[in-house]
Every structure is written in C-alpha cells, then in structure tokens.
C-alpha cells in the first residue's frame, strides 16, 4: 500500500497522456509528464542503492531548477525526508542545519561543494552530492546509472517528509517536522478551495501555473508545487522571479502565486494590464501581510482581485479567501482585501487572550490552530513542542488576529519578534547576537520598518562599549559574510543608549516609531 506517500497521490494525478509538457522552463526546454517520472524513479532508485536508514534526511542547497524539482519529488518517492535550504545561507547557518539534521545525503551546487561537504562530512554525513542549475552535477551522473523504473516506498500518513527549518525568536532555529499527511491534507484542500480544474485554459488542459517562487520554502515547494502537480496541470517554471517575463507568460498561464513584493514589482510594469491576464484566473498572494494598496491598485490595473491567504512553515495553509461561493463552505465569495479570509475546511482557528479564554467577535489576540496540516513537533525539541501546543492540541501561531462576524479572519501583527522581508523571516535575536558578538559593541536592537519593495526591513540600532568606537556600516559589511543576504539591516545607527522601559526592556516600538519614514517613497 503505497497511497499514504504524497508522491504516490500527486502520481496519481499525472495526466493519462505522459507526453504532455509538466513544467516548460523560462529557456524554452519542456519537461514531460514521462520525463517527470522517470527521473524521480532514477533518483530515488540512487537513494535506495546507498543503503540509507528508515527516515534519512536529505538535505539540499540548490538553485532552483527542474531538476531540483525532482530531487524533492524522487526524496518523497524513496520514502525519505526533505530538508531544503535557502542558497542565501551561509557556511556557519548551513553548518548548524547540518549538525542538527544529521542528513544522510546532502546536495548542493558545485561551487559550494568545498566548504558544504567539509561541514557535511564532520557532522557523518556519508553521501555528499551536487546539482547544479544546467542539468549537471553527481546527482545526475549516479542517477543515469540507475533504473526509470521504480516502486514507490509506501509511507503512513504520520511518516515524515519534509523537516523545514524556521528561525526561532529565542535560541537556534527549530526544524519543523512534516509529515506525508499534513502535505496531503493541505493539497486536496487547496485544490478544492481555489477551484482547479483541468479544463479550458489557454491550451485546453485546464489550469496552468507560473511558477516564481524559490523553493525552499512552503510557498513555492508546497502551495505552488503540489497544488499544480495534484491537478496534473502544467508549470511554467521561472528560475528567479523577473516582472518583465512573469508578465509575458501570463497570455499562456491561468495562475499565478507570489508573495506581496511580487505583486509591487509587477504594478511597476507598464506591460501589467487587463490585456495581459486576460487568460489568468486567479492571483493568490500569501507570506507577508498584503497592503490594501496593492490589493486596490491590482484590482484597478487587472480586473482580477488577488485573493490571499495565511499559512506557515509548520502548518503550510491555515486560511483563505474565498474563491468563490460555495455553498459547502459559505455563501460568501467576497475576497476582502487586509483579511486572510476563512480558516480551511478541516482547520479549526481559534483567537485566545492571554488568560487562555476564547476571545469574542472582532477582539484581538493569539491565533491557535489545529487541523491535519499542523506538524508532528519541531525535530529532536520535545520541551519547545510542548511549550507550543495547547494542552487541547492547538499550535500556538505567535500571530495575532482577530475573527470578524463573518468569519473572515485579520491578521493585525505578531507576539513573535520578526521581520517579515519580500516574504522571507528575519529573527531580530539571531541579527542581534551577531551584532554583540563584534568588538567593541556593548549592544543592539534590530526592529522592522516599512519598505516600499520587501513590505518592512531591518534596521540595526547600536551602542559602543565605554571608550569604543563602532562603525554602524562597518558592523553590516561584516555581518554580510555571515548571514543570508536577506538578513542584513538595510541601516545601521550608532547611538548613545537605546531606549528602555522602567522594567529596563529595550522599546522596540520607539525606536520602529523613531525610523518608520526611513525608506518612505
Ligand atoms: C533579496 N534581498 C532582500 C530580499 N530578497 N532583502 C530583504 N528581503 C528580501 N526578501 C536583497 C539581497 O540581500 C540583495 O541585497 C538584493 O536584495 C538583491 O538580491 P536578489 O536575490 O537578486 O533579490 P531578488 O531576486 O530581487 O529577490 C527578491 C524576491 C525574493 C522578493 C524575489 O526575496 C523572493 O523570492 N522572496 C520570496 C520569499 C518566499 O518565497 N517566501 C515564502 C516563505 S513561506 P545586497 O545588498 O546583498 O545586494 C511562508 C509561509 C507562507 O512564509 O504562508 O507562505
Ligand atoms: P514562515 O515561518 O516562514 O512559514 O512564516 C510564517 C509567517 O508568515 C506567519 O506566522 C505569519 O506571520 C506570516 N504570514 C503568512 N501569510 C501571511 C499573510 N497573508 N498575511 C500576514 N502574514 C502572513
């Protein structure tokens, strides 16, 4: 019995004729339905051949590719575990991931071959692969000496999949563990609840997605991956996100998913107009709070309203918009621009004070969920996976919302300490650590400001230890070597003190105040 493993379902839905185009390249190059499943079966074929214990992880440091669409494919396959890794990440973040995961196999680029596999071989890693972003590397070398044919491993339900790894507000990051049940779950909702459908479209075949997002993370690996592939309908697979070409492919595609800074981008576009979505059929927006700007502005450019919706790592999708009306759900088919729309069939969603009790209508508190999307636990972490559930079995978001008498649900903010940046988490702790570490530093505080690109970015506030003199510019080149890009403040200040609360708690709140015009437009 094989149909617990997400693979075997979303294999299911491949189309009956294999010759069609499954994921068409921004070069030009197709990629079949065939294609599709023989490479997974050649790969995971590869991973069986090694021997590797029940429950291997296999972690990956790619660019994206179709080939590393497979990789994640043929990881399902074989029955092990995902974990991918932003290609920001650098050596001492991929180290700790490493050491922590302990993956059997590691797969990443050429040129980041050296150091990954010395970090992978010290942690006991055996097997150290790479892939590049032109069809080559080990991966595929080893691959092509193995069968296209291939059993796919049967799993359960509560199998593990996938570890993601998200940056926790205290400490080290936790690596969220999901399961083939949770993947499932989510998918046949989604594909329920936005309506995908395998007829009409632009060739006949029904819906077709453009693919824009990296895929490392939820949204691009799971929302957009499985959401196409469990409709067998074809990707148009954009290696990095360019307005100018998401926009051209539009006369081809029927939907399309990014996070808000996406959108932005593509209102710069004078190329953005009704004339070019005239094929498409929904925008879906997710990640990131989505301005009421953009949303209106879309709107007035496109004829199209995006509809959005709230997930995360360790739940993948949570609430949506509606699509449309649907009488099994609600009545309602209104996408109301500044919600996150209604919890999920199947996903309970409750907004809780701090005295634990069920807030009214319209009050805001601590959003807490349970469904068959939420994860197993944070790998090898019991006590942190108990601090967030409830003793009912709630995950604790660290979103704070509200539930209106409709039901739709607002997201207003987070109990959490993060930056949410073009869509991607910044934890302002490990930002901070690094900082204090540097010499010369007595402390920091890095809060979010607005930006008009990535929604909201870092800002660095610094003060010098007594008779030291620090460089705020000097501190974030110097912290450019040892984070993901995306992490570092877009500005650094050095000031005397920073502010504090009688309690002596720094007020991040006065220092966002102090700078919220800093990148004004
Ligand atoms: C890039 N840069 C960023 C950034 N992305 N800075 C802040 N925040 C970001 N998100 C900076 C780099 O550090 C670099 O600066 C410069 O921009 C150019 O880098 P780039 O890589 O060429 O940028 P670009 O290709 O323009 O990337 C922007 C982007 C990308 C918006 C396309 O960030 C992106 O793909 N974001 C999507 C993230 C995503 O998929 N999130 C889903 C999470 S899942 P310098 O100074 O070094 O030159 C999730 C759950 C859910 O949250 O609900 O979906
Ligand atoms: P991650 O840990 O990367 O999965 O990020 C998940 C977080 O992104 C959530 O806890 C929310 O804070 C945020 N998020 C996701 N979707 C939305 C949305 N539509 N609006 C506001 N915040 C969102």
């Given at each position: 019995?094989?149909?617990?493993?997400?693979?075997?379902?979303?294999?299911?839905?491949?189309?009956?004729?294999?010759?069609?185009?499954?994921?068409?390249?921004?070069?030009?190059?197709?990629?079949?339905?065939?294609?599709?499943?023989?490479?997974?079966?050649?790969?995971?074929?590869?991973?069986?051949?090694?021997?590797?214990?029940?429950?291997s992880r296999i972690a990956v440091q790619v660019e994206k590719s179709v080939e590393a669409l497979m990789l994640y494919l043929a990881t399902l396959r074989a029955g092990y575990v995902f974990l991918p890794l932003n290609t920001a990440y650098q050596s001492a973040e991929i180290a700790y991931f490493i050491e922590n995961a302990e993956p059997a196999v590691?797969?990443?680029?050429?040129?980041?071959?050296?150091?990954?596999?010395?970090?992978?071989?010290?942690?006991?890693?055996?097997?150290?692969?790479?892939?590049?972003?032109?069809?080559?590397?080990s991966l595929l070398e080893r691959a092509a000496h193995h069968s296209d044919r291939?059993?796919?491993?049967?799993?359960?339900?509560?199998?593990?999949?996938?570890?993601?790894?998200?940056?926790?507000?205290?400490?080290?990051?936790?690596?969220?563990?999901?399961?083939?049940?949770?993947?499932?779950?989510?998918?046949?909702?989604?594909?329920?609840?936005?309506?995908?459908?395998?007829?009409?479209?632009?060739?006949?075949?029904?819906?077709v997605l453009i693919h824009a997002l990296p895929i490392f993370h939820v949204h691009g690996l799971f929302v957009a991956i499985h959401g196409a592939l469990i409709n067998g309908s074809k990707m148009i697979w954009l290696s990095k996100f360019d307005p100018k070409r998401a926009i051209a492919r539009m006369r081809e595609a029927t939907v399309f998913m990014g996070v808000p800074t996406l959108y932005v981008r593509m209102l710069a576009e004078p190329a953005l107009n009704r004339a070019a979505v005239q094929s498409m059929r929904l925008f879906i927006a997710g990640s990131a709070p989505l301005l009421i700007e953009t949303f209106n502005e879309w709107q007035t450019r496109t004829g199209h309203t995006i509809l959005e919706r709230y997930g995360m790592s360790e739940t993948a999708m949570l609430t949506s918009n509606p699509y449309?009306?649907?009488?099994?759900?609600?009545?309602?088919?209104?996408?109301?621009?500044?919600?996150?729309?209604?919890?999920?069939?199947?996903?309970?969603?409750?907004?809780?004070?701090?005295?634990?009790?069920?807030?009214?209508?319209?009050?805001?508190?601590?959003?807490?969920?349970?469904?068959?999307?939420?994860?197993?636990?944070?790998?090898?972490?019991?006590?942190?996976?108990?601090?967030?559930?409830?003793?009912?079995?709630?995950?604790?978001?660290?979103?704070?919302?509200?539930?209106?008498e409709k039901g739709y649900v607002t997201i207003v903010g987070r109990s959490k300490d993060l930056i949410i940046s073009g869509g991607y988490n910044v934890y302002p702790a490990e930002i901070e650590g690094y900082i204090n570490d540097m010499p010369g530093v007595a402390e920091s505080a890095v809060v979010g400001v607005p930006h008009p690109d990535f929604g909201e970015v870092g800002v660095a506030v610094i003060t010098a230890k007594p008779g030291a003199s620090v460089n705020a510019e000097a501190i974030l080149a110097e912290l450019k070597a040892k984070l993901a890009n995306f992490k570092i403040p877009k500005k650094g200040f050095v000031v005397a003190e920073l502010p504090r609360n009688t309690m002596g708690k720094v007020q991040k709140n006065l220092l966002r105040e102090q700078h919220k015009s800093l990148f004004a437009n």
């Open positions: 019995m094989t149909s617990n493993n997400l693979f075997s379902a979303l294999r299911a839905a491949f189309p009956a004729d294999m010759t069609r185009t499954a994921v068409e390249t921004d070069e030009g190059l197709c990629y079949s339905w065939q294609d599709l499943d023989r490479a997974t079966a050649m790969m995971a074929n590869l991973f069986q051949s090694l021997g590797l214990p029940d429950g590691v797969v990443c680029g050429r040129a980041q071959f050296g150091w990954v596999s010395k970090i992978a071989f010290k942690a006991g890693t055996q097997h150290v692969f790479t892939l590049n972003d032109d069809r080559t590397g291939h059993q796919v491993v049967p799993r359960k339900a509560d199998d593990l999949a996938a570890i993601l790894y998200t940056s926790g507000t205290t400490g080290r990051s936790k690596g969220a563990m999901l399961t083939h049940g949770n993947m499932l779950s989510n998918a046949l909702t989604l594909k329920d609840y936005w309506g995908w459908t395998t007829k009409g479209g632009p060739e006949g075949h029904g819906d449309a009306a649907d009488p099994r759900y609600r009545h309602q088919s209104e996408r109301r621009g500044g919600t996150v729309g209604f919890p999920l069939p199947g996903v309970q969603l409750r907004v809780r004070g701090d005295d634990a009790k069920d807030l009214p209508v319209n009050e805001i508190g601590g959003i807490e969920v349970k469904g068959p999307n939420v994860f197993k636990g944070y790998w090898r972490m019991p006590e942190k996976t108990a601090e967030e559930f409830t003793a009912d079995g709630f995950f604790k978001t660290g979103d704070v919302g509200k539930i209106d």
